[in-house]
T-cell receptor, first 114, second 113 residues
Framework: DAGVTQSPTHLIKTRGQQVTLRCSPISGHKSVSWYQQVLGQGPQFIFQYYEKEERGRGNFPDRFSARQFPNYSSELNVNALLLGDSALYLC?????????????FGQGTRLTVV | GESVGLHLPTLSVQEGDNSIINCAYSNSASDYFIWYKQESGKGPQFIIDIRSNMDKRQGQRVTVLLNKTVKHLSLQIAATQPGDSAVYFCAETAQGGSEKLVFGKGTKLTVNP
């Protein structure tokens, strides 16, 4: 079975540009969460979606947005990129809401803003 | 606020030894805890979880201990192997609150052959 898949794996963008990151959860999983991991730190929660509804939002500016599609895949959008947005963006999926069952992570998308 | 932290940022052990990685959490409402292993360039890999109604749970070569009195979590790895070298994170979440995982900064485990 395929695990959580994220695309693209690597991305280089210029300051001020917009980026869209994609995530496909494990088949049967209805919850998708997004995390930002800066080098040397633990992942920081950005968004959580369950059954296509936003269920949680972390302390990130409005430049960050996300959505979940009917097939439970998800996109994370970041507008007006800043150098500080450079990080590994991780997607996690779980069968139910995180905390009620195991959450499995994808390999991440390495975003570099120059 | 809620936070999860780790006592030691690095841990170096000899192959075959047992490893113990510690984690402190501050949110007394946390009721579910997960240990993740993250190798360089990869996403976190689920190792083992434990709920607050338990104080110990065992997996294959790994054991997680939970002490709710002092809000402490530990991961024990038996017969540590070079392939165990990675950064280990504990994460916690609280039922009824924001359904997010709160991660600590991680402990880098190095296994020397």
């Amino acid at each position: 079975d395929a695990g959580v898949t994220q695309s693209p794996t690597h991305l280089i963008k210029t300051r001020g540009q917009q980026v869209t990151l994609r995530c496909s959860p494990i088949s049967g999983h209805k919850s998708v969460s997004w995390y930002q991991q800066v080098l040397g730190q633990g992942p920081q929660f950005i968004f959580q979606y369950y059954e296509k509804e936003e269920r949680g939002r972390g302390n990130f500016p409005d430049r960050f947005s996300a959505r979940q599609f009917p097939n439970y895949s998800s996109e994370l959008n970041v507008n007006a990129l800043l150098l500080g947005d450079s990080a590994l963006y991780l997607c996690a999926s779980s069968y139910r809401a995180p905390g009620r069952t195991e959450a499995f992570f994808g390999q991440g998308t390495r975003l570099t803003v120059v | 606020g809620e936070s999860v932290g780790l006592h030691l940022p690095t841990l170096s052990v000899q192959e075959g030894d047992n490893s113990i990685i510690n984690c402190a959490y501050s949110n007394s409402a946390s009721d579910y805890f997960i240990w993740y292993k993250q190798e360089s360039g990869k996403g976190p890999q689920f190792i083992i979880d434990i709920r607050s109604n338990m104080d110990k749970r065992q997996g294959q070569r790994v054991t997680v201990l939970l002490n709710k009195t002092v809000k402490h979590l530990s991961l024990q790895i038996a017969a540590t192997q070079p392939g165990d070298s990675a950064v280990y994170f504990c994460a916690e979440t609280a039922q009824g609150g924001s359904e997010k995982l709160v991660f600590g900064k991680g402990t880098k485990l190095t296994v020397n052959p």
